[in-house]
């Protein structure tokens, strides 16, 4: 229980100067991880190669994880408490303020809190009923018995509320500790560490403050208003929220979301071996079902087995997902071919596993780089895909820092949306994009909100069905993007380039060898012939048919109908020209693919499409060979 004495004279400052020695441990445990990671990691990767360099990798990523965990849990006790500092300031000054009126009154207050007063001449009663300022109505008792008892009670009310903060703190303290034990920091551990600071020091540090449905440029504004304390509480405390918020720093987004990734697998983990504490019996004896009599030899799996085994396989294939994006981490300073530029420093801008999974994923830094492209991957991705669109990326930007002149580049896989899963069913439907094509913008406008200096120049690519998801975002809102590149696009919802929010000069398509756009529909006579009959051309025989058959679904429609009956002119069919970007009636560069095939060859080493791409991000126009040149 907190005494008068204690909370008269508690010194608040010593709670403050011990989070900032935990905060001084915390941010070193960051830094440390950020050198292991990027210069000890990286280099043995871009230098060295076998059992040796594997074994060293192997130490190195456990001390990385060693400091990750470090900063963790020590940001969570210097939160607790700064916490603790900062919410006895209250009933610490509300005590002093009681005390300093009992003494102006010459009264006295015990160590219990009791207080006593000095008796004075009774008031004769106002028999008149009157009553005035001057001369206020009291029925009867000493005037100071009154003031005392106001007094006492509110002494009573600031031990009451120091008590309980006093509690509500110590009881999270002293679940923040390690067993100690640091070959396999307990990440499970700090989550739930993570939830009770959340819930102790809520009146302290306010989820509710973080800005929800704000703008990225509110965003940064509010976090610029913060002291660097309050940020660092506020990555340690939510990393969730924090991680998910356009307009935030990368670095910052980055450090919030490698926290969320690694309580996540934690949780993760601890719940399969959790199921392997608890494993039902696997095998039931066969019964014949005519006799009713065991069947010697014969079992079969039993239902609750069969259930357990389902739940596990799906734990286990999350993380499998998680780890894919660890997969990234560890190819920094690493070149798959010899005179390749090794991976750069990976970011995480976006991680959660709602739904199908989300995250975007940064190679280098966006906002200190000079040109950066935003790549939107199509349908079927998830993070157990994700990996390949990852690798894309990584191509992309060796290409385009080879042709950047020296200047920073970044590349960022982008998978914030629900991506369609199956080809027949989902990709067809515009629900996918229309709900991603606003969150595209709210990420980019976040780029365009962090980035630091002088605007960078920004583009945003598009896969199959992630062209899509741009053209609803155009539609939807504005597109804050320099320039726009769609390869294999089955539509982007609208009819002209110009409709995309930028000049349609900046505006590039690409089609994998193939027609770029339908003749017309299939006719009953020759469904898919091609020909003067109608009918589509030459489909499903292009290297990329996606653009074609996608079209029907994605992109407006123009329609020429021949009004004369067959008899009279001998033709009577309707021409539908799908407007696709690339189509030339959509007034998109059209790009040369070169030897590209198939409708995931644009980003294939050396190719002629992945140069264009590049050429592209980097501003340097004139260089891109177009279909018509």
């Known amino acids: 229980m907190v005494t008068i004495k204690e909370l008269t004279e508690l010194d608040r400052s010593k709670f403050s100067d011990a989070a900032g020695g935990w905060a001084a441990v915390s941010n070193r445990g960051n830094a440390a991880m950020d050198r292991v990671n990027n210069e000890m990691i990286a280099k043995l990767q871009a230098t060295q190669q076998g059992h040796a360099d594997e074994a060293a990798r192997t130490s190195l990523a456990q001390l ?39 003494a102006a009154l010459k009264f006295t207050v015990d160590s219990n809190g009791a207080v006593k007063y000095p008796a004075t001449v009774p008031y004769a ?10 001369a206020p109505f009291v029925t009867s008792g000493d005037p100071n018995e009154g003031k005392a008892r106001a007094i006492a009670n509110r002494i009573a009310a600031a031990l009451s509320e120091a008590n309980e903060i006093d509690g509500r703190y110590a009881r999270v303290l002293a679940k923040l500790k ?98 392997k504490d608890t494993e039902p019996k696997k095998y039931t004896q066969k019964i014949n079902p005519f006799t009713g009599l065991p069947i010697q030899g014969e079992v079969e799996k039993r239902y609750a087995w069969l259930e357990w085994e389902k739940k596990k396989q799906a734990l286990a294939a999350k993380v499998k997902d998680i780890e894919v994006i660890e997969q990234r981490f560890a190819r920094t300073g690493y070149a798959e071919r010899d005179g390749e530029r090794p991976a750069p420093e990976a970011y995480l801008l976006g991680f959660d596993m709602k739904g199908i999974g989300h995250a975007a994923i940064a190679n280098g830094n966006p906002d200190a780089a000079v040109h950066t492209a935003v790549y939107v991957p199509g349908t079927t991705t998830n993070l157990s895909t994700i990996g390949g669109d990852m690798k894309r990326m990584e191509k992309l930007w060796a290409v385009s820092t080879d042709l950047a002149d020296g200047d920073s580049v970044s590349t960022v896989t982008w998978l914030g949306y629900e991506a369609p899963q199956s080809l027949a069913m989902d990709s067809p439907q515009h629900g996918y994009a229309n709900d991603g094509g606003p969150k595209l913008n ?71 060898d193939g027609n770029p756009y339908f003749k017309g529909l299939p006719t009953p006579e020759s469904p898919f012939s091609g020909g003067k009959d109608g009918g589509i051309s030459v489909p499903f025989l292009t290297s990329d048919p996606v653009p074609e058959i996608g079209g029907l679904s994605h992109a407006p429609k123009e329609i020429d109908i021949d009004i004369l009956p067959a008899w009279i002119d001998g033709d009577g069919t309707s021409d539908v020209e799908v407007l696709t970007p690339t189509n030339p009636r959509f007034g998109a560069n059209i790009v040369e693919t070169g030897d590209a095939r198939g409708h995931s060859g644009y980003w294939d080493i050396d190719s002629e499409i992945l140069k264009n791409q590049a050429r592209v991000v980097v501003g340097k126009y004139d260089k891109v060979t177009l279909e018509d040149d």
Request: charged content about 25%.
């Open 178 to 275: 390690t067993d100690g034990n640091l070959e396999k920091p307990d990440w499970a551990d700090v989550a739930r560490d993570t939830k009770e600071i959340q819930s102790a020091a809520g009146k302290y540090l306010k989820e509710s403050d973080i800005p929800k449905g704000k703008s990225p440029k509110e965003n940064a504004a509010w976090w610029g208003r913060l002291s660097q304390s309050q940020r660092e509480e506020y990555v340690a405390v939510h990393p969730a929220s924090i991680g998910a918020l356009d307009g935030l720093p990368t670095i910052v987004r980055d450090d919030a979301n490698r926290l969320v990734l690694a309580e996540t697998r934690g949780n993760l983990e601890q719940q399969i071996e959790h199921l």
């Open 64 to 102: 990385s994880s060693n400091f990750q965990y470090i900063h963790a849990e020590c940001g969570l006790i210097r939160t607790a408490l700064s916490g603790l500092a900062s919410e006895l300031e209250g009933p610490q000054r509300k005590l002093k303020e009681a005390l300093a009126d009992a």
């Open 125 to 134: 009663p106002n028999l008149s009923g009157a009553q005035s300022k001057d």
């Open 442 to 512: 709210e990420f980019l406008g976040g780029l365009r909100a962090s980035h630091e200096g002088p605007a960078g120049h920004l583009t945003v690519e598009g896969h199959s069905y992630g062209s899509t998801v741009i053209g609803s975002a155009a539609r939807q809102g504005h597109l804050p993007v320099d320039d726009i590149f769609v390869a294999g696009s089955p539509g982007m919802q609208v009819r002209h380039a110009s409709q995309l929010d930028v000049t349609p000069d900046h505006v590039w398509a690409a089609q994998a």
